[in-house]
C-alpha cells in the first residue's frame, strides 16, 4: 500500500493528537484525581427527611470560615429557600432530591450540577463577591419547572 507523504504527516498529526489528548485525560484522572462523582454516597430518596444529614436542612458554621449548607430539593423548590452565607466563606452544598432529577445552578458562578434522587450531590464554592445570587433548576422537572428558583444572599 502506497500513502502520500502529505497523508502520512497527516496520519502522524492525527496519531499524536490522540495520544496528547488521551495523556492529558490520563493526567488528570490518576495524577490530579479529578473524575466523575464516584455515586458512593446514596441515599433512599422515600426517606429524605429521616436520613441525617437532610433531616436538619439548613446553613451550619462548620469552621472558621466554612459553612455547610444542607438542601433538598423538590417539584418545585429548594429546602431551604433564600440562604444567607457570609462573603469570601467558603460554602459546602449537600443536595438531595425527593422527586425528580433537578439542577442546581447559580448565576454568574461556576455552579452548575444535576441533583439526582438516591444519591447524595456535594459542590463546594467561596462567594468573593458579596450580593444576590439567582438559583435557578435547570434540568425539566415539571409543570412548575420554570417557577423553580430561589436566591443565595452573600454579605
Ligand atoms: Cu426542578
Not at 492529558?24 to 436520613?51: N, R
Not at 431551604?80 to 457570609?86: D, F, H, R, S
Request: a negative charge; one cysteine or more.
Amino acid at each position: 500500500m502506497h500513502l502520500h507523504r502529505y497523508e502520512k504527516i497527516w496520519l502522524s498529526f492525527g496519531i499524536f493528537m490522540l495520544l496528547g489528548f488521551m495523556g492529558i485525560v490520563g493526567y488528570q484522572t490518576f495524577a490530579m484525581g479529578m473524575g466523575p462523582p464516584s455515586h458512593k454516597e446514596t441515599i433512599d430518596p422515600q426517606k429524605v427527611e429521616t436520613t441525617a444529614p437532610f433531616d436538619e436542612p439548613g446553613v451550619k458554621q462548620i469552621g472558621d470560615n466554612e459553612y455547610e449548607v444542607v438542601m433538598i430539593l423538590q417539584a418545585f423548590g429548594f429546602t431551604p429557600g433564600n440562604i444567607e452565607v457570609p462573603v469570601g466563606a467558603k460554602v459546602n452544598f449537600t443536595m438531595t432530591s425527593k422527586d425528580v432529577i433537578h439542577g442546581f445552578q447559580v448565576a454568574d458562578t461556576n455552579i452548575n450540577t444535576m441533583v439526582v434522587p438516591g444519591h447524595i450531590q456535594k459542590i463546594s464554592h467561596t462567594f468573593n463577591e458579596p450580593g444576590e445570587y439567582l438559583v435557578i433548576c435547570n434540568e425539566y422537572c415539571g409543570a412548575g419547572h420554570q417557577a423553580m428558583a430561589t436566591r443565595i444572599i452573600v454579605k
